[in-house]
């Protein structure tokens, strides 16, 4: 059983387009991430949630729209996507915001041409 | 604010020798401190952490680190490394409370290639 499963895994689509990411966790945790590699692999977080509630939303784009419909699901939408928007997109949990370590998912490659 | 400085972007070792890969923080409040591996096209796998108790921390696959304070620093060390451990290694720190309480940041990590 997968801890942190985010799907897909490759995401290829066209400027302009508008795409989502899907997250799920089932390990009963609170908070959800979303975090963003870029080419060089530097991760920079983008939204945090928890337990449905947005505590952690940093300069990201309008674009760009996190949802959670319940505590194990973090969705990312992101709308009008440009070049720049390609990097490695990777969905994370931990038991609470506060403490302890974060789980991460596989990673979705999204690659805007 | 906090912030995580990884002092090498990369480390070339040659097999069965040691390695260090070096973390500085910078926090004004108490952290935790954690060491991620990311093996090519994969997820971050937790290495090891620091919470509290004793500053020396051993992990998974050999690796420890050693927390000091007073240099603020959370360096990770392998005694012989293997061309499996070839990977990108990240140091990441929690803050305790203040006006970030919370927020794991991550360093720029640390492309550790053992060569045979």
């Known amino acids: 059983d997968t801890a942190v499963s985010q799907t897909p895994k490759y995401l290829v689509t066209q400027m302009g387009n508008d795409k989502s990411i899907k997250c799920e966790q089932n390990?009963?945790?609170?908070?959800m991430y979303w975090y963003k590699q870029d080419s060089k692999k530097f991760l920079k977080i983008m939204f945090s949630?928890?337990?449905?509630?947005?505590?952690i939303n940093e300069t990201v784009p309008n674009r760009f729209s996190p949802k959670s419909p319940d505590k194990a699901h973090l969705n990312l939408h992101i709308n009008s996507l440009e070049l720049g928007d390609s990097a490695v997109y990777f969905c994370?949990?931990?038991?609470?915001?506060?403490?302890?370590?974060?789980?991460f998912g596989q990673g979705t490659r999204l690659t805007v041409v | 604010a906090q912030s995580v400085t990884q002092l090498d972007s990369q480390v070339p070792v040659f097999e069965e020798a040691p390695v260090e890969l070096r973390c500085n923080y910078s926090?004004?409040?108490?952290?935790?401190l954690f060491w991620y591996v990311q093996y090519p096209n994969q997820g971050l796998q937790l290495l090891l952490k620091?919470?509290?108790?004793?500053?020396l921390v051993k992990g998974i696959n050999g690796f420890e680190a050693e927390f000091n304070k007073s240099q603020t620093s959370f360096h990770l060390r392998k005694p012989s490394v293997h061309i499996s451990d070839t990977a990108e290694y990240f140091c990441?720190?929690?803050?305790?409370?203040?006006?970030?309480?919370?927020?794991?940041?991550f360093g720029q990590g640390t492309e550790l290639s053992v060569k045979p």
């Open positions: 994370a949990s931990s038991q609470t915001y506060s403490q302890g370590e974060a789980f």
């Open positions: 390990l009963g945790h609170d908070t």
């Open positions: 949630y928890n337990n449905k509630e947005l505590i």
């Open positions: 926090s004004s409040v108490s952290v935790y």
């Open positions: 620091y919470l509290s108790g004793s500053t």
């Open positions: 990441a720190v929690r803050t305790l409370g203040g006006n970030q309480g919370g927020k794991l940041i």
